[in-house]
T-cell receptor, first 119, second 114 residues
Framework: DAGVIQSPRHEVTEMGQEVTLRCKPI?????LFWYRQTMMRGLELLIY????????DSGMPEDRFSAKMPNASFSTLKIQPSEPRDSAVYFC?????????????????FGPGTRLTVL | AQSVTQLDSQVPVFEEAPVELRCNYS??????LFWYVQYPNQGLQLLLK??????LVKGINGFEAEFNKSQTSFHLRKPSVHISDTAEYFC????????????FGTGTKLQVIP
C-alpha cells in the first residue's frame, strides 16, 4: 500500500486566498483525521471522520476552516479566506480497528503532511 | 480529559550513549499509551504502544518503554543511540475502550551528536 497520500506537499499563498488540502487515506481504513502542527501549539487534532461522516470537529479553529469526505478514498481541508496565522504543517492520518491480545485499538498512519505558508 | 507532559523539549546525546525521553500523563480513566517518531519533513510513525500486559514494551529500532501506573509515566529508552535516531519523539495517550481522539505531548527533539 502507498500509505496516506497528501497533496500538495508545499503550498504558498497570499492572505485572503482559498486553500484546499487533499488527502487519500489507506484503502480499507474507516477513520480519517486532520491535524495541524505548529511550533507554538504542537500537534492539534482539527477534525475526524468515521465512514465518511464527521464525528468531532471541535478542534476546527473557526468558520474559515471546513473539511469534507465525499467518499472513502478522499478528503479535503479548506481554508477560506486564509490568514498568515494559518501557516503550519497539516497532517492527514487514517486508521482502522485492529486487535492485539484481544484488545481492540486503532493505530493511526500519518501522511507526509502539507506545509502551508500564508504570506 | 487526558493530558500528556513531555518536560524535555530538546535532548542532546552523544552517539552510542543511552537516552531516556520522559513522558508523564494524566487521565481519570485507563489509557493506551504510544510513542511516535517524526523524522524531518515526514509524518509521524508509530514506535511502540502499550495496551495491557507486560509493562515493558519493545518497539522498532531498538527502542523500549516502560509503563508505570503509579507514577503515570511512560518513558522511552534506548541503550545506544545512532545518528539516524535524530528526530522528534511524541508521547500520546488515548482512553481505552474504543475512543479515537489521541492526545499528543508537545514532543522532544532528540539530537544525536557524532
Amino acid at each position: 500500500d502507498a500509505g496516506v497520500i497528501q497533496s500538495p506537499r508545499h503550498e504558498v499563498t497570499e492572505m485572503g486566498q482559498e486553500v484546499t488540502l487533499r488527502c487519500k487515506p489507506i484503502s480499507g481504513h474507516d477513520y480519517l483525521f486532520w491535524y495541524r502542527q505548529t511550533m507554538m501549539r504542537g500537534l492539534e487534532l482539527l477534525i475526524y471522520f468515521n465512514n465518511n461522516v464527521p464525528i468531532d470537529d471541535s478542534g476546527m479553529p473557526e468558520d474559515r476552516f471546513s473539511a469534507k469526505m465525499p467518499n472513502a478514498s478522499f478528503s479535503t481541508l479548506k481554508i477560506q479566506p486564509s490568514e498568515p496565522r494559518d501557516s503550519a504543517v497539516y497532517f492527514c492520518a487514517s486508521s482502522s480497528p485492529g486487535s492485539l491480545g484481544g484488545i481492540s485499538y486503532n493505530e493511526q498512519f500519518f501522511g507526509p503532511g502539507t506545509r502551508l505558508t500564508v504570506l | 480529559a487526558q493530558s500528556v507532559t513531555q518536560l524535555d523539549s530538546q535532548v542532546p546525546v552523544f552517539e552510542e550513549a543511552p537516552v531516556e525521553l520522559r513522558c508523564n500523563y494524566s487521565s481519570s480513566v485507563s489509557v493506551y499509551l504510544f510513542w511516535y517518531v517524526q523524522y524531518p519533513n515526514q509524518g509521524l510513525q508509530l514506535l511502540l504502544k502499550y495496551l495491557s500486559g507486560s509493562t515493558l514494551v519493545k518497539g522498532i529500532n531498538g527502542f523500549e518503554a516502560e509503563f508505570n501506573k503509579s507514577q503515570t509515566s511512560f518513558h522511552l529508552r534506548k541503550p545506544s543511540v545512532h545518528i539516524s535516531d535524530t528526530a522528534e519523539y511524541f508521547c500520546a495517550v488515548i482512553p481505552s475502550g474504543g475512543y479515537q481522539k489521541v492526545t499528543f505531548g508537545t514532543g522532544t527533539k532528540l539530537q544525536v551528536i557524532p
